[in-house]
């Protein structure tokens, strides 16, 4: 028995890869996007799985789904999936999903340049450059983003002491710059990245608290962010994401950037109004800049915020129709570790 059919297009941010799926939708039960996605990962992960996973995916797949608003002053929303779960945001998957569904007919703006999205972590503005139907340039006003543990000691089985920072930018990540025990990126392969990423991101989980003071269903450490000296021409700082069990982010990652800016500015390094040209791990780049400072309410307490920027493009390069089969022993996918 057929449990799915999809309509899909393939694109990518940057590099990396987004998967919008356009036809399909389960029908899910929330008043909020952060509802609906807590529904989604409760009865249709294996749609997720099916899509993303190989043989129909491969370890850096990500995509999204586009639902109706829940709000009334938005144009739609963002539902985010990719091998390492259904993400509360998702900064190339916007950008990815945003030029494909403008190019393809499947979002209307209100206001021609801009957009207003609900995603499980709140609500996003978007401006865009389109010109001749194609879609040149997405930029993401995203959720607040702030620094939740400073100077942090983790000791690593095999590698040694890393001091690291966590920051939120949509997701929650581990920060980990150029010490004794990491000299960079640069000089780091990426299979050294895919080594010790998993171990990083565990004991960091297993010893830090990281829930959204806002949301608790956005919780946990999911990415960790390696930096190092960039080798683009322009870029103010180079980065390697992973993910999911073995990904390594081929766009700068948007909700890594806004982290990343989020940990700069509170260490005195950002301010107000500064860009930030963020490069991936194959050298390209996402402009970033802090617009503004918020409170957040954390249990009595206020948190400073940053309000992020980042803007990148994408391009759609294929259409496909994906079945997912129960009678088919691959149906929901497989990770070769």
């Known amino acids: 028995m057929v449990k799915g059919t999809f309509f899909c297009i393939d694109a990518h941010t940057c590099g990396n890869p987004v998967r919008l799926v356009t036809s399909g939708h389960p029908n899910l039960v929330g ?13 249709f992960d294996w749609i997720r799985k099916g899509l993303m996973f190989e043989p129909r995916g491969h370890d850096m797949m990500s995509g999204a789904f586009l639902y109706p608003p829940c709000s009334d002053n938005a144009d739609a929303a963002i539902l985010f999936i990719e091998t390492s779960g259904c993400l ?3 900064g190339h998957g916007t950008i990815g999903t945003i030029t ?3 190019e393809n007919g499947l979002i209307t703006p209100k206001i021609p340049g801009k957009l207003i999205i609900d995603v499980p972590a709140g609500q996003i503005a978007i401006e865009y450059q389109e010109n001749n139907g194609k879609v040149s340039s997405v930029k993401i006003f995203n959720v607040a983003a702030y620094l939740a543990h400073r100077d942090i000691s983790l000791d690593i089985p095999g590698l040694g002491q890393l001091i690291v920072d966590v920051s939120y930018g949509g997701n929650f990540y581990v920060i980990v710059e150029p010490q004794e025990n990491f000299p960079g990126i640069d000089q780091w392969s990426a299979a050294d990245i895919l080594k010790w990423s998993p171990i990083v991101r565990e004991i960091a989980g297993k010893s830090l608290d990281c829930v959204h003071p806002e949301d608790a269903s956005v919780n946990g450490v999911s990415h960790v962010l390696w930096t190092g000296q960039p080798q683009t021409p322009g870029s103010d700082a ?3 994401v992973f993910y ?3 990904a390594i982010d081929r766009s700068p990652c948007g909700t890594g950037t806004s982290a990343r800016m989020a ?5 005195g390094k950002l301010a107000v109004g500064d860009t930030f040209v963020h490069e991936s791990f194959i050298g390209s780049q996402f402009t970033g800049k802090i617009e503004s400072v918020v409170e957040l309410n954390a249990s009595g307490k206020t948190i400073t915020a940053i309000m992020p920027s980042i803007e990148g493009w994408a391009k759609v390069f294929g259409k496909n129709c994906i079945t997912i089969d129960d009678d088919d022993p691959y149906a929901f996918g497989f990770s070769v570790k």
């Open 88 to 90: 509360p945001m998702c």
């Open 100 to 102: 494909a569904g403008l």
């Open 263 to 267: 940990q700069l500015f509170a260490k």
């Open 244 to 246: 999911g069990d073995k």
């Open 238 to 240: 180079a980065n390697a």
């Open 31 to 43: 008043d909020t996007m952060s509802e609906k996605r807590l529904d989604f990962i409760e009865r």
